[in-house]
């Protein structure tokens, strides 16, 4: 595939200098998808990967995305944020809703509550059911989600031991942490061991992925690690304006670079 960049950022009617670079896989995006993506085909030494990340790089001194204290301030900043809202909502008053989405390197993982929970089996299920979707139940699905992640606080049959995402749990300690489980319970819920485990339903302290009080993003977790291979190349700020088609296969893109090459 190949990129045809234009550099730098101009209006569309002016004249335009064009770059063509060609690499084996060019990926759009780098959210958390698209690290894992990267991490996994670079891994072939042979097989040369673009990543375009039209948002900035997740700096290692920003301590408003490693800091997890400092989750509040990337979700609606322009900065981070691509402050998606809903329509208009006739059932709230017309009120939008927002919808934060990262604009940065490791996508929704580098800005979101680093709260991490698998969804419900039986949405698996109900995939798995659709004619075609078989793989997708939750019995196919389980092998990948205990690849993903180094859980930890628990050790069983459903969570994974060596995998790029750690998991850790806080100490929850404080005294609300007990008078909030009693209460679920005095309310007739249950509690559980593992949210992400054999028994999802019910109330227990949650996964987080955080490693030595760090965020651990999808980019800091599957994409730095990787980002020394020869084969691989990270361009953020990027963004892409149009995906090239020969027939039904996509065969490049083109993208503008630099601070105004995407809407604000």
């Not at 209006?11 to 690499?23: G, L, N, R, V, W």
């Not at 490693?211 to 700020?237: C, D, E, F, I, W």
Request: aromatic share 10%; glycine share 10%.
């Amino acid at each position: 595939m190949e990129v045809l960049a234009n550099i730098p950022f101009v209006a569309p009617s002016a004249e335009q200098k064009k770059m063509t670079i060609d690499y084996d896989t060019i990926i759009v995006g780098g959210g958390s998808a698209g690290c894992v993506l990267a991490n996994r085909l670079s891994a072939d030494r042979g097989h040369s990967v673009l990543v375009l990340e039209a948002g900035r790089p997740d700096s290692w001194w920003d301590i408003f995305l490693h800091m997890p204290a400092a989750l509040t301030y990337p979700i609606g900043s322009r900065h981070y944020d691509w402050l998606y809202s809903s329509e208009p909502e006739p059932f709230m008053h017309n009120r939008r809703v927002s919808h934060g989405r990262g604009k940065i390197l490791g996508g929704s993982s580098s800005i979101n509550g680093m709260i991490f929970q698998r969804g419900n089996p039986l949405d698996y299920e109900r995939w798995g059911a659709d004619p075609g979707m078989a793989r997708w139940d939750y019995a196919h699905c389980l092998p990948y989600f205990k690849r993903m992640e180094r859980s930890l606080a628990v050790q069983s049959d459903f969570r994974g031991s060596d995998g790029p995402l750690e998991l850790e749990r806080g100490p929850a300690q404080n005294p609300l942490f007990g008078a909030f489980f009693a209460a679920v319970q005095e309310a007739g819920y249950t509690l559980t061991d593992d949210v992400n485990g054999y028994k999802q339903e019910g109330f227990a302290p949650f996964d987080r992925n955080i490693r030595h009080g760090r965020r651990l993003s999808a980019a800091r977790a599957y994409l730095h690690p990787v980002m020394p291979r020869q084969n691989l190349t990270v361009k953020t700020r990027a963004f892409v304006t149009r995906i090239l088609f020969e027939g039904r296969r996509a065969v490049g893109v083109e993208v503008v670079e630099g601070n105004s090459g995407y809407p604000r």
